[in-house]
Every structure is written in C-alpha cells, then in structure tokens.
C-alpha cells in the first residue's frame, strides 16, 4: 500500500493508544470483571442502535456524493451493504438484556453520543474523504477491540448465548476487514501535508468521542 509508514505511524502514534485508552476506561474494566451492570449494556445497545442507522444514512450520503468516483462510489456502497443490519443486531442484543421494542423507539441519543455521532456525520458530510476515513479507521479498529471484549463477557460472566451476542461476534472478526478497507481510502487521499494533518487531527478527535460516548452510556444509564 503506498503511504504505509505514514498509516502504520498513525496507528502506532493515535490509534493504538486510543485503544488501549479506551479498555482502561470503568465501562470496560467492569464489562470484564462481570460488574457492568445490565442498565448499562442496555445503554450500550441503545445508543448504539440510533448511531448505527445514523451511520447507513451516512453512508447512502456518501454513495451519492461520491457516485462519479468509482473507487470512493464502491467503497461506500460496499460499507452500506455491510451496516445495514447492524442496527438490528443492535437491538437484538438489547432485546436479550431485557429491553422493549418501545424502549427503542423511543430512545434518544445521550450528550456524548450526539457529539460523537454528529462528529461523524458532519465528516459524511463536509470533510475530504481521507479526513473522513481516518475517523471510520479509528471507530472500526475501536469496535473491532471493543467486541471481543464483549464477546467474552457476556458469555463468561451475564450467560448469553451466540444469538444474543451476534453482534460482537460479527464486529470482532469483520471489522478487521473495514479496518483495512478504510486504511486504503486513508492512504490514497492523504497525499499531501494538508491531508495528513487532517487525517491526524480526526483521528485524535475520534480517539476523544469514542472514550467520551462510553464515558457517557456509564453516567447517564447509572
Ligand atoms: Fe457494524
């Protein structure tokens, strides 16, 4: 891949980190001791549910943003095809834990998942496609961690089974997959100073939104 030190320095000096960061974080070190109380892997489902069909909106936008540019036209469609039963995986899981089909009509997105949805709309919307790819490369490397911890939690410690746990099986094998995939786009379009820095910067907000959002599902579904 061309523009490789510049992406493996990103992951080792932003993404990485972040990742890391984001495990340390009481959402996380409770999920794994069996602590995390079920309000709040509800939390997780609902706020989760409302990003996911933000993002397969977004991502029907970039399709027709992008409709005269094969590469970026192809690789929009192809991550709408992959998302668009993830909001219903979602809320299987929620639905497993408890949940209401009411509780997802009626849900609202908490303060720091607004902030980290819109941040990720307004990239859709308005930034250059390597800006725009650098925070999907954060988000799907983050939900690709995220997931295996899940997986093995829900399982050890809350006794779900596979059905239940769909989601996170999906998210922790496939999205190495997005990962690459978004790694590509990113190394393409970050060819000039400008771009990487861009790319960085997004990044590093990313890296922000997402600690914030679980941050935000522990406080608000206490
Ligand atoms: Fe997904």
Do not use: W
Request: aromatic share 10%; glycine share 4%.
């Amino acid at each position: 891949m061309e523009n490789q030190s510049f992406i493996d320095a990103l992951v080792r000096e932003i993404i990485q980190p972040g990742v890391d960061g984001l495990m340390n974080i009481r959402y996380f070190t409770e999920l794994r001791e069996g602590k995390l109380s079920a309000k709040r892997l509800q939390g997780f489902a609902l706020q989760h549910y409302l990003h996911n069909i933000a993002i397969c909106k977004g991502f029907a936008l970039c399709m027709v943003k992008n409709a005269h540019q094969p590469d970026l036209y192809d690789h929009f469609a192809h991550q709408f095809s992959e998302e668009k039963d993830h909001p219903a995986l979602a809320k299987k899981f929620g639905l497993a834990m408890g949940l209401k089909d009411e509780d997802f009509q009626n849900a609202l997105p908490v303060f720091e998942s607004l902030a980290h949805t819109g941040a990720v709309l307004r990239s859709m919307l308005l930034a250059s496609p390597a800006e725009n790819r650098a925070g999907a490369l954060v988000n799907e490397t983050m939900v690709c961690r995220y997931s295996e911890e899940f997986d093995s939690a829900l399982q050890k410690h809350y006794r779900l089974g596979e059905d239940a746990r769909e989601f996170f099986i999906i998210h922790s094998k496939v999205d190495k997959e997005h990962t690459a995939l978004a790694a590509e786009v990113v190394a393409r379009y970050a060819d000039s100073e400008r771009e990487q820095f861009l790319v960085r910067e997004s990044a590093r907000n990313m890296v922000r939104f997402k600690v914030a959002k679980f941050d935000g599902i522990y406080k608000a579904y206490a």
